[in-house]
Nanobody
Framework: QLQASGGGLVEAGGSLTLNCVAS????????MGWFRQAPGKEREFVAAFRGSGGSRTIATSVKGRFTISRDNAKNTVYLQMNSLRPEDTAVYYC???????????????WGQGTEVTVSS
């Protein structure tokens, strides 16, 4: 089970940190990451660890502003979001898979979403 939290309302230029706590499985043995879905749009990839190592994939749209990190001891993955823009408004979903992923169909497990709203 993946439990995401940390969403909220923030002004443009602000920051938020999302958390995803995994239970029933250890994040060190899975690829972990984040997707988001804006109103009326398809779910899109944001960032993920490639496998259990430290390599990361970051979407071009958030590169330089968002950082993904994890704490294996806490079984938690984080998404630090800086310089937020109104177009970052979306429901953010935590995701996990037994292999590297970047597409929805590659994800094995989904967390419930946490909503992020960025006001202009």
């Amino acid at each position: 089970q993946l439990q995401a939290s940390g969403g909220g309302l923030v002004e443009a230029g602000g920051s938020l940190t999302l958390n995803c706590v995994a239970s029933g499985r250890t994040i060190s043995s899975h690829s972990m990451g984040w997707f988001r879905q804006a109103p009326g749009k398809e779910r899109e990839f944001v960032a993920a660890f490639r496998g259990s190592g430290g390599s990361r994939t970051i979407a071009t749209s958030v590169k330089g502003r968002f950082t993904i990190s994890r704490d294996n001891a806490k079984n938690t993955v984080y998404l630090q979001m800086n310089s937020l823009r109104p177009e970052d408004t979306a429901v953010y979903y935590c995701a996990a898979a037994g292999r590297s992923f970047q597409y929805i169909e590659e994800v094995d497990y989904w967390g419930q979403g946490t909503e992020v709203t960025v006001s202009s």
